[in-house]
């Protein structure tokens, strides 16, 4: 018999219309504000309860309704596939799973040509899939199915990845990653300034400067560059490198979120936040207006707060969705994101900050440099960041500014044991992904480490 597995949503209930139709008072319930998962028609108690968990630590609907249908997914081929159907749930499925049929379940969705889905498809399917184990592994003493792995991130965290199921390496990952007297002349092209330092006036060309340069201090993916806010910004500090927190990594929780960020290019970001970028604030007509606002009360470096049902509720940055973040509205009426428009004052949209990158290539092209690669874009800003801070790893001048834990793994002897470490500021789970970035890297070997570093 073949096992029905299928997503429920929560729906409100009125009392009053129950009791209305019904004519009988109904009982009080704890009404479930996150999907459930049915199994033949009854609740998966385990799968409904970490559910439920999960989004009330982070009530990010999108979010748990991709947990929810991944993980119906894998308990439906468990049943169907597998025979784990058994008529105790808490001697079945996901409760009873070998290794070897966990290793199955990879197989079919990474390399069998008929079933297999994309790398970062797979990515996220293995994060719901290990989240959910561990969660029956500290709830309910179930054994793992699959092995874990434990290292320490660039802050000396201690964080663990299900590296043996990791997402199939992809062909290729083009990529253009410049030099640092490259990035240099970027940046001022960005500020339009030529070769005899005149500047072409813009009401925008500090916050593309600072765009650009985040880019190139942090290796943020594009998405997240468009949609970090100031608060998660670090400080200017004395020291070359710091670490921000970055909450889009492809690896989510298995592989941490501290990333090593340049801290000379975090200059020009500064400055626009205390300068250019209270100024395009100033220019709002009205407040800024999203659909479905999320009003908040509070915020700081690690988190923002709202209040839900009367009470305060704090949820941490790295964990706040693209969309989520582009909902919050200030008590000022303004958006804690870090990029505003020129014109309308709010914003920009993704396809905007996309056009940043580009239209300060072409401009460095005609005014600066006839031979800047005409095909960078705003992608090839993390490409840059990973070929200079593996460089900078091989060449041991990273060990200094890390935790004293960690220290020794950022002495490597070999350029591959400098890839190795370099994947964990770029959030990938494995070291195939990060060689896809960094292929160019001995081409930049001579480059004197003070460069990199901002020194001259």
Sequence with gaps: MVSSVRVIRPVAVDPEVIERVLGVTPHEVEHVDAPSILVDGEFHVAASRWLLRKYRLRPVEATIKSHAARLALYIAWLRNDCGLAGNDQWYADVFVVSEEQVRRYYRLRQFDPKTRVSSSAWQAQLSTIKQFHEFLRDTYRVPLPFHIESFLNPVGMRVTSATELRPRMRDGSRGTPITPEFSDLLIQGALRIDGQLRQTDSLTVERDAAFISLGLATGMRSATLASITAYELPPLGAGPLTTIRVPDFITKGDAGGDALVFAHRLVPVHQYIHGARDELIGMMRAPYSPIDAIELVGADSDAWETTVDGKVRRFTWVETDMMTRRRLVLPDGTSPLLWYGGYKAKPISYAQAATITAMARDWTRAHLEPNFPASFRTHDLRHTYATHL??????????????????????????????SIAKLSLGHASEASTNLYIQHAPKFLDISIDEFLGGK
């Design 390 to 419: 593996v460089v900078c790893i091989y060449k041991q001048a990273v060990a200094q500014y890390i935790h004293e834990s960690a220290a020794d793994a950022y002495r490597p002897g070999r350029i591959a044991d400098a890839v």
